[in-house]
C-alpha cells in the first residue's frame, strides 16, 4: 500500500507528464479543431455503435484522441489522476491481479494501471517465462 507522501509524489509526476502531453498536442489541438469545423460529413464517418447511443461532443473527443499516442497517453494520465483523486487506496493496485504496480515503476510509468508482468501478458498475449 502506498503512503500519502508517496501518492503526492506520484501526482505530481501526472501532473508533470499531463503537462508535456498537452504541449506536445498543440499542434495536435490545432488539427483537431480543423477537424472539428469539417462539419457533419466527417464526424457521422464515426463507428456506427457510437452513434446508436448518442454520440456526444466527449465520445468523440475522446474517440479522435484515441487516434494518436499522445491522446491515448493524455487519457490514461488523467484516468490515473482521477483514481488517484476518487479512490487513493486502491491506487496503485494491478487491475488485473490486484497486486501493487509498485512505487518503481509507478515512477516510470505514473499512469500505469497493471504491473509489469499483467503487462507483459496483455501486451504478448502469454506469460513470458520468468527470467533467473
Ligand atoms: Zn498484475
New binding site residues.
Given amino acids: 500500500m502506498m503512503n500519502e507522501r508517496e501518492r503526492d509524489r506520484i501526482r505530481e509526476r501526472l501532473l508533470e507528464e499531463r503537462q508535456s502531453s498537452l504541449e506536445a498536442m498543440a499542434e495536435f489541438d490545432d488539427r483537431y479543431k480543423e477537424r472539428l469545423e469539417l462539419g457533419d460529413d466527417e464526424l457521422t464517418n464515426y463507428p456506427l455503435h457510437m452513434a446508436d447511443e448518442g454520440t456526444d461532443t466527449i465520445e468523440q473527443e475522446k474517440e479522435f484522441l484515441l487516434a494518436s499516442q499522445e491522446g491515448r497517453q493524455l487519457l490514461d494520465i488523467d484516468e490515473a489522476l482521477r483514481m488517484l483523486y476518487k479512490n487513493p487506496e486502491e491506487f496503485g493496485a494491478?487491475?488485473?491481479?490486484?497486486?501493487e504496480?509498485g512505487l518503481q515503476r509507478l515512477e516510470l510509468v505514473p499512469w500505469a494501471r497493471?504491473?509489469?508482468?499483467?503487462?507483459q501478458?496483455v501486451e504478448e498475449g502469454e506469460p513470458e517465462a520468468p527470467e533467473t
Avoid: F, N
Wanted: hydrophobic content about 30%; proline content about 0%; charged content about 30%.
Fill in positions: 494491478c487491475e488485473r491481479c490486484g497486486r504496480i497493471l504491473c509489469i508482468d499483467c503487462q501478458v
